[in-house]
């Protein structure tokens, strides 16, 4: 069993920051890449920034500049830093993990989800 625990949503004002972490657990014979993804009401789940195993990051062009993702603790502890928050990035946050349980065995594990809300 692999198991995805997200912490750091919250409420914050425009211009603010926060920092989400996610840490992955359980049965996992590699880490391949992590990724957090969010979705706002009404509008499809959107990719925010992934990290692979080699060290290379991919960001969504609308946060560009003003998220850092990066990952810990041998590559199961996914993070993402956000500063200069705008209320368009109010949206539940997810952290996904595309982790194999064995040399040959996959699957794209999902956190619970966290809330970033952004408003005065």
């Known amino acids: 069993q692999v198991q995805l625990v997200e912490s750091g949503g919250g409420l914050v004002q425009p211009g603010g920051s926060l920092r989400l972490s996610c840490v992955a657990s359980?049965?996992?014979?590699?880490?391949?890449?992590m990724a957090w993804y969010r979705q706002a009401p009404g509008k499809e789940r959107e990719l925010v920034a992934s990290?692979?195993?080699?060290?290379?990051?991919v960001y969504a062009e609308s946060v560009k500049g003003r998220f850092t993702i990066s990952r810990t603790n041998g590559g199961n502890t996914v993070s993402l830093q956000m500063n200069s928050l705008r209320p368009e990035d109010t949206a539940v946050y997810y952290c996904n993990g595309r982790i194999y349980v064995s040399p040959f065995e996959w699957g794209d594990y999902w956190g619970q989800g966290t809330q970033v809300t952004v408003s005065s």
């Open positions: 990290a692979n195993s080699g060290g290379g990051t």
């Open positions: 359980g049965s996992i014979f590699s880490n391949v890449a």
